[in-house]
């Protein structure tokens, strides 16, 4: 047995003690770099006035939310987790946003996973100027894939907006689906 085959079993016990939070959570970003402050700068808890419409045409819905960041996989991706109702119903987790850096490319890969109802997007996201993130992709909905921008804007360290559009031609127009107002709670 080699001096790395003793080091890895005497670790063994610390890391089967682990649990899935332990191992899943970070206390902050691996290292400090402005690459991970782009969307470092939402981690904690944030209250939602959200409004979402299931078409261009189709009326509003308005509800309260609370959208939490938390680091994640020791400090190299962010995880966010989206609670609320439209119906007025008890608050249930509506689904969780995974983002990662990705350097070759230079921007964030993301993946929105809508587990309450069945939507999912896949989307890059980059910075455009201090106080703004847009996000390009595709949402993967039943009728196929559309186009999907999503834009984080007018953001302070207190508050910032977000957009969620769709376009269902190909890209030539776009309309907001889902506007949120965010302001810090924690």
Partial sequence: MSPEDVHVWA???????????????????????????????????????????SGPDAPWIESERVWEFAWILGGRAIQDVLVGSDRGDEPVPAGCTVRVFDAALGAWRIEWFGALNGDFSSQIGRGDGPDRIVQEGVEHAVVGELPSRWTFSAITPDSFVWDGELSRDGGATWYVEQHMDCTRIV
Avoid at 20 to 41: I, K, N, Q, V
């Fill in 11 to 53: 670790a063994a016990p610390t890391v089967a003690a682990m649990t899935f939070t332990d191992a899943l959570l970070a206390d902050g970003p691996a290292t400090a770099s402005a690459e991970l402050d782009l969307y470092g700068r939402f981690v904690g808890r944030w209250a939602v006035r959200n409004r979402f419409r």
